[in-house]
């Protein structure tokens, strides 16, 4: 009796085991989401403004409902749109990509990139995320170039190791950004300094949220930080949350707004759109992106 036991709570294990990888990988993983946040960076009399912040598409070339939906957020009138970066999955991914952003190209715009969008991903074990030390391992180079190209083209700010002060829903907006900081590709150094006076707002922006970047943004003035990477953890455990960030960002801040500690600025994580293409599974982390409407202080 105690063996019949055993044995059907082995095979309910497996089965409920099965169903939640199957939602994951099947049903979640498709489950976009638009995620709005008030954001109180403004001065007491400004009128609100729309920031649109997409991260993380992870972009395979056949994924045309992934591809249809980040397009449909053009209706969202973005005051300004912001990409964090890992656009690419593929080395043919750039007319993908492409169709999901063009609608959004005609707004005033800014990106960085991260290392999906310079090499391809290779195979790992998934758990490999939750050990400190991994080794990190890419593959196949992408056309990073050819997108960049193309975002330029369009006006948008490249704000890979790089500052600009643009115009967009008639604020004077400072940018700040560096390229990824998950492989050490960041410079910030070489953008440093103190928010000009004359600003109306000032954002920095990294794909990669770790915190010495985040540390020096905010000390330099910017109060509005922006990253993406950690797809939320991507599997969320009930009562746990994200089991990783991928990078040095506390767990309890793997997605949404918080405040950046012991400064004036706000954080804001997205968990981004896509998956790794070789563990596609989300798990109480649907796919988002987040429109931040800027509020008075």
């Known amino acids: 009796m105690r063996k019949r036991t055993v044995f059907r709570l082995a095979a309910g294990t497996v089965v409920a085991g099965g169903a939640a990888l199957a939602y ?3 049903v979640e ?3 976009f ?3 709005r946040y008030d954001v109180p960076v403004l001065s007491t009399d400004a009128e609100p403004l729309r920031v649109l912040h997409l991260s993380d598409l992870h972009m395979m070339p056949d994924q045309r409902r992934k591809q249809s939906w980040v397009a449909s957020l053009a209706a969202t009138d973005p005051d300004l749109v912001v990409v964090t970066g890992d656009n690419l999955a593929h080395p043919d991914a750039v007319p993908g990509a492409l169709r999901a952003l063009q609608p959004v190209l005609d707004y005033p715009g800014a990106f960085v990139f991260g290392s999906n969008d310079y090499r391809g991903p290779v195979w790992k074990n998934p758990f490999s995320y939750l050990l400190p030390d991994r080794e990190y ?3 196949v180079e992408l056309p990073a170039e050819e997108l960049r190209e193309v975002l330029v083209g369009a006006g948008w700010a490249d704000l890979n190791n ?3 002060s643009i115009k967009a829903g008639g604020r004077q907006i400072e940018l ?3 390229d990824d900081p998950h492989v050490e590709r960041d410079d910030y150094a070489s953008v440093a300094g103190q928010v000009p006076p004359q600003a109306d707002l000032a954002i920095g922006v990294t794909h990669s949220p770790e915190p ?3 540390d020096e943004m905010a000390a330099d003035g910017f109060t509005l930080l922006l990253a993406g990477h950690t797809h939320g953890g991507q599997v969320r455990v009930p009562l746990v949350g994200a089991l990783t960030t991928n990078c040095g960002l ?12 012991e400064t004036d600025a706000w954080l804001h994580v997205s968990a981004g759109l896509g998956t790794h293409p070789t563990a596609p599974v989300r798990f109480a982390c649907r796919p988002e992106a987040s429109l931040l409407t800027l509020i008075p202080r």
């Open 137 to 139: 391992v890419q593959g």
């Open 29 to 31: 993983r498709n489950m």
């Open 212 to 214: 010495r970047v985040l």
């Open 33 to 35: 989401t638009l995620r």
């Open 24 to 26: 994951a990988s099947l």
């Open 250 to 261: 506390p767990r309890s801040m793997a997605r949404g707004l918080h405040r950046w500690p």
């Open 162 to 164: 790089a500052r600009t």
């Open 176 to 178: 700040v950004g560096v």
